[in-house]
């Protein structure tokens, strides 16, 4: 008796098999995102068991006996905690930048400072330090240069009708070039004995000095800019498709570029003004989000939240411990960064 064939999945089903599949990879991402997060409470110089770490956060919601010490419960929550959660927050708002700036762009080698939003952020950090603010002065007088850096760059690119987004690219370069040198001349008239090595050190990136009031004041901030961009997910991926596709599906793309650089310029000068400068996460990881689950932006995005929240809260705890005085975080995401930029080079930019 001859074998009858096996049926060929329809369409319908092979796409619901892909669907399935990418969401389940999205999930795994969000399970490996907690796990870090947890065992990121235990890491340092001074050691907490896992099983610690969970009956102390848990004992925040429900009534628990007490097995651990004071101390420990202080270093967790007001020394860890904040710390944790700003670096699951600034992975997260870096890399989904990343991801929607190398999806509108066209172009894998595109990071959130193309528009020059780190440089200014960057130079509000270093005027307020010069000027002589306190942290919350300096935290915002970096948020609104950075904003302005962003602005400056689209008011420049009017004037390139042929080409717009060429001309935005060149006039963020620009811009941010201009925001460079102006960080520079601060830093040569600063005062070398207090004024310079805390521009030098805010500009190297760290997360030494987070405290639960700036994540109280990042979390809303960045909350308002990542809703609007996960709500329009599915609709990023009609820009990648050219101009005239998008506006033949009845897409209005200068109001939707508009809101993506809107939201991204947000998500960035917050990271900066509360971090300071740190780089190359939303240049690398958007790559893994894409090995990961594809170029589909309704999985993307939040591959890219999960994985990078998982990255910046695993170098965050390197840097606790790697030296006896604390290695900017800045510095650690280069050494990452910076391989994986001249492998990208090394095969012309093109995606596998």
């Not at 700003?86 to 989904?96: D, E, R, Y």
């Not at 990042?218 to 050219?242: K, Q, S």
């Not at 990078?308 to 790697?322: K, T």
């Amino acid at each position: 008796m001859q074998n009858s064939p096996s049926p060929i999945p329809s369409q319908s089903q092979q796409v619901a098999s892909g669907v399935c599949r990418q969401g389940s990879r999205v999930a795994l991402l969000g399970l490996l995102f907690a796990a870090c997060f947890i065992l990121s409470f235990s890491i340092g110089r001074f050691p907490i068991s896992p099983v610690q770490v969970v009956r102390v956060l848990l004992s925040r919601i429900f009534p628990l006996e007490q097995t651990w010490t004071k101390q420990m419960e202080i270093v967790m929550l007001n020394v860890r905690l904040p710390r944790i959660i700003a670096a699951a927050l600034i992975g997260a708002a870096l890399s989904v930048s990343g991801s929607v700036y190398q999806g509108i762009f066209k172009n894998p080698m595109v990071s959130p400072d193309i528009l020059g939003s780190s440089a200014g952020a960057g130079f509000g950090a270093a005027l307020g330090i010069f000027i002589g603010f306190g942290y919350l002065g300096i935290s915002l007088s970096s948020f609104l240069f950075g904003l302005a850096a962003v602005l400056m760059a689209c008011a420049a690119s009017v004037k390139f009708k042929e080409n717009p987004m060429l001309g935005l690219i060149l006039a963020g370069i620009m811009i941010g070039s201009l925001f460079s040198a102006a960080t520079s001349f601060l830093k040569l008239v600063a005062d070398p004995t207090n004024q310079l090595p805390a521009i030098t050190y805010w500009l190297m990136g760290s997360l030494a000095s987070i405290r639960m009031s700036d994540v109280k004041l990042l979390f809303p901030t960045m909350l308002l800019a990542a809703v609007p961009l996960y709500l329009i997910r599915w609709r990023l991926n009609l820009l990648t498709l050219g101009e005239d596709e998008a506006k033949s599906l009845g897409i209005n793309t200068w109001a939707l570029r508009a809101i993506t650089i809107l939201c991204t310029t947000v998500l960035t000068s917050a990271s900066v003004a509360v971090s300071g400068l740190i780089g190359w996460v939303g240049l690398v990881i958007p790559h893994f989000a894409r090995k990961a689950v594809g170029p589909d932006f309704r999985y993307q995005l939040p591959a890219s939240m999960f994985i990078g929240a998982s990255f910046l809260i695993l170098v965050d705890d390197i840097a606790r411990i790697l030296a006896t005085s604390e290695v900017p975080i800045g510095i650690l995401t280069a050494f990452v960064g910076a391989p994986f930029f001249l492998h990208l080079i090394m095969r012309g930019g093109k995606e596998s």
